[in-house]
């Protein structure tokens, strides 16, 4: 079936670094892709999305390019503050059914230090 | 706009008793509904799904139950807490499934932080 794999974490990195988190993902189709973001205590965000290849999703610094030829949907940021420290989600969209169930990544705690 | 509310916030319960969780959606009609747990430090586990009311489907099997009693309104209950229920529960919703980004994106409640003891 259909599945999201992300890079184990922690992810530390001292503030105004560059971020990348690794999303690659396994689809029988061409699913939609998603990263979320979950700040302790609280539920998840959307951050960005991506419906079709090359389309890139970007938001609050943050951008990620859906690679339909590596099967990927990489995070990156180009400065990172200690207020990005959370975990975030990879997911794509299970078109298996028509349910809009999401399928989500393991999650990725980043910690960004002053 | 769509808002999402989940109710309590937290709660602390001892083994043996009930539990309801509740959730409702404003804004929208007809939407799909969703149930996950998260385990403390753990990824997202999806237990219920319903596309409408009275439709529910369990994705794993388990000491708990969801209803959707009306349109909006989706509960998560159980009869007997076990001390593995104890975690972070999030009630999510979405848009009826389309093709798009933007009508698969599934928008998050604040959770209610449980624990069993």
């Known amino acids: 079936g259909d599945s999201v794999t992300q890079m184990e974490g922690p992810v530390t990195l001292s503030e105004e670094a560059f971020l990348t988190i690794n999303c690659t993902y396994t689809?029988?189709?061409?699913?939609?892709l998603f990263w979320y973001v979950q700040y302790p205590g609280e539920g998840l965000q959307l951050l960005l999305k991506a419906t079709k290849a090359d389309d890139k999703g970007s938001n609050k610094g943050f951008e990620a390019t859906y690679r339909k030829e590596t099967t990927s949907f990489h995070l990156e940021k180009g400065s990172v503050q200690v207020s990005d420290s959370a975990v975030y989600f990879c997911a794509l969209s299970d078109r298996s059914s028509n349910t809009g169930k999401l399928i989500f990544g393991q999650g990725t705690t980043l910690q960004v230090k002053p | 706009s769509q808002t999402i509310h989940q109710w309590p916030a937290t709660l602390v319960q001892p083994v043996g008793s009930p539990l309801s969780l509740e959730c409702t959606v404003e804004?929208?009609?007809?939407?799909?509904l969703y149930w996950y747990r998260q385990a403390a430090g753990r990824g997202l586990q999806l237990l219920f799904y319903s596309v409408g009311i009275g439709q529910i489907s369990s994705e794993v099997p388990q000491n708990l139950s969801a209803s959707r009693p009306q349109d909006r309104q989706f509960i998560l209950s159980s009869k007997k807490l076990l001390l593995s229920d104890s975690g972070f529960y999030l009630c999510a919703w979405s848009f009826k499934a389309g093709r798009s980004a933007d009508q698969e994106t599934q928008y998050f409640g604040p959770g209610t932080r449980l624990l069993v003891l």
């Open positions: 804004g929208t009609s007809n939407p799909n």
């Open positions: 689809a029988t189709g061409y699913p939609s």
